[in-house]
């Protein structure tokens, strides 16, 4: 079924065409230590709680760098080994860059992780090579941590609501501390300083912009909205599954289907996932210098904000429920900003056909041949939800696309001649 832009209601976004398609993505899946590994990354981040997507660039990072000293066809992430490289197994490397770094990050999970690893290094065959690319991946993993000690992950970021229109404030129904504030304070893997890219800002309280970003959401994003067609609710629902389970899933899929090399593979996941590591950071940033309040609250109290042309609706409620954080820009704007901009730069194309599923209950696979058509979709998905205006994720994705373009400029490039 192909979906029009009259289905996005009043949003003035220029959208091409959605493509809903049942079925897996075409082509077919091999196996890939370094998908493998971020497979395992996930199983680890799920299995603790849901820690931010920052950790995916740790793991990658620290892989891209091991697999290219021994390829040495792409510019040093960060850290360049003393062990000699030459003839190495890349497949070891890569998994002993990516085990020591987790266990390390998470020694409490070595029971998931001691079988990943005896697994990985199980599909290398013994001699020199495994040796020294474990030797590799080993002397990567444990520079690349002590490069990045003292980096703010973890920190304690003390956060006090503040009272007034427009601020912040718990969302319901369990008004919690907003989450991970230690984030927005990270230092970033391959911006200057988190701030570089901070968003425009979100539109006055008192504007036009802003009463017609209120009524969109309040319209199309209500629970009992009679405006949002089914074809909306299920791309509002599709979308609210978690970034940090969401990306990584589908990214791994969309590569098994483009028969990479290791080295190939490795580069790829690195910059999706420092894009993703680097977004997360520049968003949570704008995050908390903004401290916006959320559509579940603006609307009941939107009496207070100063805008003659807005309505209070106190019983209005979202579609899905609302993420304990500041509302502008949209973490999933950022997110998918940065990745789909890793994937064009590092295919030279935006025409890439990839389908995208989602672990909520209900949803379909959404099929696309554009990276534009993916964003046109993330720019409506969070308004569907209840959970953003439009304003918030159209200022996202631009923060996201601006973080995967210097990290195109700057990282991962080439050592050899064009020809």
Same mark, same amino acid.
């Given at each position: 079924?192909?979906?029009?832009?009259?289905?996005?209601?009043? %949003?003035?976004? /220029?959208?091409?065409?959605?493509?809903?398609?049942?079925?897996?993505?075409?082509?077919?899946?091999?196996?890939?230590?370094?998908? &493998? #590994?971020?497979?395992?990354?996930?199983?680890?981040?799920?299995?603790?709680?849901?820690?931010?997507?920052?950790?995916?660039?740790?793991?990658?990072?620290?892989?891209?760098?091991?697999?290219?000293?021994?390829?040495?066809?792409?510019?040093?992430?960060?850290?360049?080994?003393?062990?000699?490289?030459?003839?190495?197994?890349?497949?070891?490397?890569?998994?002993? /860059?990516?085990?020591?770094?987790?266990?390390?990050?998470?020694?409490?999970?070595?029971?998931?992780?001691?079988?990943?690893?005896?697994?990985?290094?199980?599909?290398?065959?013994?001699?020199?090579?495994?040796?020294?690319?474990?030797?590799?991946?080993?002397?990567?993993? /444990?520079?690349?941590?002590?490069?990045?000690?003292?980096?703010?992950?973890?920190?304690?970021? $003390?956060?006090?609501?503040? @009272?007034? *229109?427009?601020? !912040?404030?718990?969302?319901?129904?369990?008004?919690?501390?907003?989450?991970? $504030?230690?984030?927005?304070?990270?230092? *970033?893997?391959?911006?200057?300083?988190?701030?570089?890219?901070? =968003?425009?800002?979100? $539109?006055?309280?008192?504007?036009?912009?802003?009463?017609?970003?209120?009524? +969109?959401?309040?319209?199309?994003?209500?629970?009992?909205?009679?405006?949002?067609?089914?074809?909306?609710?299920?791309?509002?629902?599709?979308?609210?599954?978690?970034?940090?389970?969401?990306? *990584?899933?589908?990214?791994?899929?969309?590569?098994?289907?483009?028969?990479?090399?290791?080295?190939?593979?490795?580069? %790829?996941?690195?910059?999706?996932?420092?894009?993703?590591?680097?977004?997360?950071?520049?968003?949570?940033?704008?995050?908390?210098?903004?401290?916006?309040?959320? *559509?579940?609250? =603006?609307?009941?109290?939107?009496?207070? @904000?100063?805008?003659?042309?807005?309505?209070?609706?106190?019983? #209005? %409620? $979202?579609? /899905?429920?609302?993420?304990?954080?500041?509302?502008?820009?949209?973490?999933?704007?950022?997110?998918?900003?940065?990745?789909?901009?890793?994937?064009?730069?590092?295919?030279?194309?935006?025409?890439?056909?990839?389908?995208?599923?989602?672990?909520?209950?209900?949803?379909?696979?959404? +099929?696309?041949?554009?990276?534009?058509?993916?964003?046109?979709?993330?720019?409506?998905?969070?308004? !569907?939800?209840?959970?953003?205006?439009?304003?918030?994720?159209?200022?996202?994705?631009?923060?996201?696309?601006?973080?995967?373009? #210097?990290?195109?400029?700057?990282?991962?490039?080439?050592?050899?001649? &064009?020809?």
């Amino acid at each position: 079924m192909q979906s029009s832009n009259a289905t996005r209601g009043p %949003l003035c976004f /220029a959208a091409a065409s959605l493509i809903l398609a049942l079925g897996a993505p075409a082509g077919a899946a091999r196996a890939d230590v370094v998908a &493998d #590994w971020n497979a395992t990354t996930q199983s680890v981040l799920v299995a603790t709680n849901g820690s931010p997507g920052v950790y995916y660039a740790m793991v990658h990072a620290a892989i891209y760098d091991a697999v290219n000293a021994i390829d040495r066809r792409h510019q040093v992430f960060a850290v360049r080994p003393t062990t000699n490289a030459d003839g190495a197994s890349k497949e070891a490397a890569a998994a002993a /860059a990516a085990y020591h770094v987790l266990l390390s990050l998470y020694p409490n999970q070595q029971a998931l992780l001691d079988p990943a690893y005896t697994s990985s290094l199980a599909a290398v065959p013994d001699g020199i090579p495994k040796t020294k690319g474990v030797a590799v991946g080993t002397e990567v993993a /444990a520079a690349w941590l002590a490069y990045r000690a003292g980096d703010g992950r973890e920190a304690s970021v $003390p956060y006090a609501f503040q @009272d007034g *229109p427009g601020q !912040y404030q718990g969302t319901p129904p369990a008004l919690l501390d907003p989450v991970t $504030p230690w984030v927005a304070k990270m230092r *970033p893997f391959t911006l200057i300083r988190p701030s570089q890219f901070r =968003a425009e800002g979100p $539109p006055d309280l008192t504007s036009y912009r802003y009463a017609e970003d209120l009524h +969109a959401t309040e319209s199309l994003g209500a629970i009992n909205s009679t405006t949002r067609t089914a074809e909306q609710t299920e791309i509002g629902l599709f979308h609210t599954e978690s970034p940090t389970t969401f990306w *990584p899933r589908n990214i791994r899929a969309f590569v098994a289907t483009q028969h990479l090399d290791v080295s190939a593979s490795a580069r %790829l996941f690195a910059m999706v996932f420092v894009g993703f590591g680097d977004a997360s950071i520049a968003c949570w940033d704008s995050k908390f210098y903004f401290n916006r309040w959320r *559509p579940v609250t =603006a609307i009941p109290l939107a009496d207070n @904000d100063r805008n003659a042309a807005t309505d209070t609706d106190e019983t #209005w %409620l $979202p579609l /899905a429920p609302t993420p304990p954080h500041p509302e502008y820009p949209a973490a999933h704007g950022c997110v998918a900003g940065a990745i789909l901009e890793m994937l064009n730069v590092f295919f030279h194309t935006k025409h890439l056909n990839i389908t995208l599923t989602s672990t909520v209950a209900g949803s379909i696979p959404h +099929a696309f041949t554009n990276t534009d058509d993916v964003i046109d979709e993330v720019l409506v998905a969070g308004v !569907y939800g209840g959970m953003h205006f439009p304003a918030s994720v159209a200022h996202g994705f631009k923060v996201g696309r601006l973080v995967g373009r #210097w990290i195109a400029a700057n990282k991962f490039r080439s050592t050899e001649r &064009d020809h």
